[in-house]
C-alpha cells in the first residue's frame, strides 16, 4: 500500500508538475502571442502615421491603367525583374512585347517622390478568364499621400489618351470582352470607295439610330439596329465597318462563331454585354451554319464548332432573346447570302441589308487616283479603268496589282492587261 502511496504521491507530483510546465509554456507562449499581436498593432499604427497606402485590385478597371503606365516608367525599365506581356497590333500581325513589373517589390520616383509598389499575386482565380486574382499595393510618405493620387489620375489620362482617335478591338474571352492589342488607327471613310452612295446611306441610318433612343422607347420598339453587309470577298465589307467606327467613334467588337469554344452561353453573353459605344461585328456569319437553316431543326450546332455547343437557335435567341441589350448596333457580313436561313435575317435581327459588289469602274479609278494621290481628272486613271468591265474584278484585287507599281501609276495602266477577271457575281 505504502508504495503504492508512494507511487501515486510521486505521480500527482509529476503530474503537478507537468501541468505547472504545461502552464508556463502557455503563458510564456500566449505572451509571445499577444506581444506579436501587439507589435504588430503597434507596427501598423507607427507605419500608419507615416505612411500612406492604396490597394487596387485586377478586378478594377484603375489595375489596366497602372500596369499600362508602368511599362511606361524609367524606373521600372530599369528593374531587374520584369514581367514580359505581348500585345498584339492589328488583329494578331505586329506583336510588341511591353515589360511590366513582375511579382514583388518596386520603387518608383514619381514628381520627386519615392513610391514604394508591390505587385501581389492572389491564390484565387478569376473563373472567367483562369487568370489569378492581383493587386498593386502602393505606399508613400504620409506628407506625400496626394502623390499617390495624381499619379492614378495620370495613369487613367494615359490609357484614356492612347484610345483618342483610334479604335479598340474587343476580342471574346470565355464569354466576356477583352481588349485586343493596342486600339488601331482609324481608317477614313475616304479612304473606302463604293458605289453609288452607300456609305452615306449607312451612315446616315446608324446616327439616325444613335440619336433616337427615345423615339424607340415611346413607341416599344427594342432599340436595337442590325445590319447585314453581304457580297463577294474583298470589296471592303470589312474596311467599311471600321471607317464607320472610326467616324462615330464607336469601338468594336469581333465575335467569332466558328471559334472552339463558342457556345450558346457565351455567346448569349457577348452579344448582350458589349462595352458601351461599340459596334458588335460577326464575320462571315455564313461559316458558323452551314446549308438551308429551314431544313434543320432548331437545335442544329455549327460544323466546325468542335464542341457543337453552339446552337443556331441559342443564336438566335442571343439576338433578340428577353435580356438582349438595348442600343446595340450588329453587323454581320457575309459572302454567301444564299445560304442564310431567313429567320436569321429577318427584319429586327437585320434592318438594313447592304450589297457591296465588285469593282465598277468608277470605284476602280476612284481607287486608283486615292492610291497614287492623283487629282480626280488625271488621264491615267482613266485609261486605268477603262481596260475592264464593271464587276469584273474585286476592289482588293485591283489594290493587289497596283501595289506592285507602288511608286509608278505609268507602269500600272502599262500593264494593266495582266489583271485577270474574276468570275462575276
Ligand atoms: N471598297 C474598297 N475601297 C478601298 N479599299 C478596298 C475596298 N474593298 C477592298 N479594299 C481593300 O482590300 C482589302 C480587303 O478588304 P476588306 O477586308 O474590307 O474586304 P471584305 O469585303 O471584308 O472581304 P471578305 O469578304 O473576304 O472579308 C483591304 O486591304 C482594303 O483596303
Same mark, same amino acid.
Given at each position: ?42 507596427? @501598423? +499604427? ?11 485590385? *485586377? ?7 497602372? /500596369? ?5 516608367? @524609367? ?48 491564390? @484565387? ?31 487613367? +489620362? ?26 488601331? *488607327?482609324?481608317?477614313?471613310?475616304? *479612304? ?10 449607312? /451612315? ?33 465589307? *470589312? ?16 465575335? %467569332? ?57 441559342? /443564336? ?32 429586327? +435581327? ?43 474584278? %474585286? ?31
Amino acid at each position: 500500500m505504502n508504495h503504492l502511496q508512494i507511487i501515486n504521491n510521486d505521480t500527482s507530483r509529476s503530474i503537478l508538475l507537468g501541468i505547472k510546465q504545461g502552464l508556463g509554456l502557455l503563458i510564456i507562449g500566449g505572451g509571445i502571442g499577444a506581444l506579436t499581436q501587439f507589435s504588430r498593432y503597434l507596427w @501598423t +499604427r507607427v507605419t500608419g502615421s507615416f505612411y500612406y497606402r492604396i490597394d487596387i485590385d *485586377s478586378k478594377d478597371k484603375t489595375f489596366e491603367w497602372m /500596369l499600362y503606365w508602368l511599362a511606361q516608367n @524609367t524606373d521600372v525599365k530599369k528593374s531587374n525583374h520584369l514581367n514580359a506581356e505581348t500585345v498584339y497590333n492589328n488583329l494578331g500581325k505586329n506583336p510588341e512585347v511591353i515589360f511590366v513589373p513582375s511579382v514583388g517589390s518596386h520603387s518608383i520616383q514619381f514628381r520627386g517622390k519615392t513610391i514604394w509598389i508591390s505587385r501581389v499575386r492572389d491564390s @484565387t482565380f478569376d473563373m472567367g478568364s483562369g487568370a489569378p486574382f492581383e493587386s498593386i499595393n502602393m505606399t508613400t510618405y504620409k506628407q506625400n499621400a496626394h502623390i499617390i493620387q495624381e499619379l492614378i489620375q495620370e495613369a487613367m +489620362r494615359l490609357s484614356l489618351n492612347r484610345d483618342i482617335g483610334k479604335t479598340v478591338i474587343y476580342i471574346n474571352n470565355e464569354g466576356s470582352w477583352e481588349r485586343f492589342g493596342n486600339p488601331r *488607327s482609324i481608317r477614313s471613310l475616304d *479612304s473606302v470607295i463604293l458605289a453609288s452612295n452607300l456609305k452615306q446611306k449607312l /451612315l446616315t441610318d446608324i446616327r439616325e439610330f444613335i440619336n433616337n433612343e427615345t423615339w424607340y422607347r415611346n413607341r416599344g420598339i427594342p432599340y436595337r439596329r442590325g445590319y447585314l453587309l453581304h457580297g463577294p470577298p474583298g470589296n471592303g465589307k *470589312s474596311s467599311l465597318i471600321n471607317a464607320i467606327a472610326g467616324e462615330l467613334n464607336l469601338d468594336i467588337c469581333i465575335v %467569332s462563331l466558328s471559334q472552339k469554344d463558342m457556345d450558346d452561353r457565351q455567346i448569349n453573353q457577348l452579344l448582350n454585354n458589349a462595352p458601351p459605344k461599340s459596334i458588335l461585328l460577326i464575320e462571315d456569319i455564313d461559316a458558323a451554319f452551314t446549308g438551308q437553316r429551314e431544313k434543320v431543326d432548331s437545335s442544329a450546332t455549327t460544323t466546325n464548332n468542335s464542341a457543337r455547343n453552339l446552337t443556331y437557335s441559342g /443564336l438566335l435567341n442571343a439576338l433578340d432573346g428577353v435580356a438582349s441589350q438595348e442600343g446595340r448596333i450588329l453587323f454581320m457580313t457575309t459572302n454567301k447570302l444564299e445560304l442564310l436561313d431567313n429567320a436569321l435575317i429577318r427584319e429586327g +435581327r437585320v434592318d438594313l441589308k447592304v450589297h457591296i459588289g465588285n469593282a465598277t469602274k468608277s470605284q476602280a479609278s476612284q481607287l486608283f487616283n486615292h492610291f497614287y494621290n492623283l487629282s480626280a481628272d488625271n488621264q491615267l486613271s482613266a485609261q486605268f479603268s477603262s481596260s475592264f468591265e464593271d464587276y469584273q474584278l %474585286s476592289m482588293s484585287q485591283i489594290q493587289g496589282f497596283l501595289l506592285q507599281y507602288i511608286n509608278s501609276p505609268e507602269k500600272a495602266v502599262e500593264n494593266v492587261h495582266l489583271l485577270a477577271p474574276i468570275a462575276i457575281h
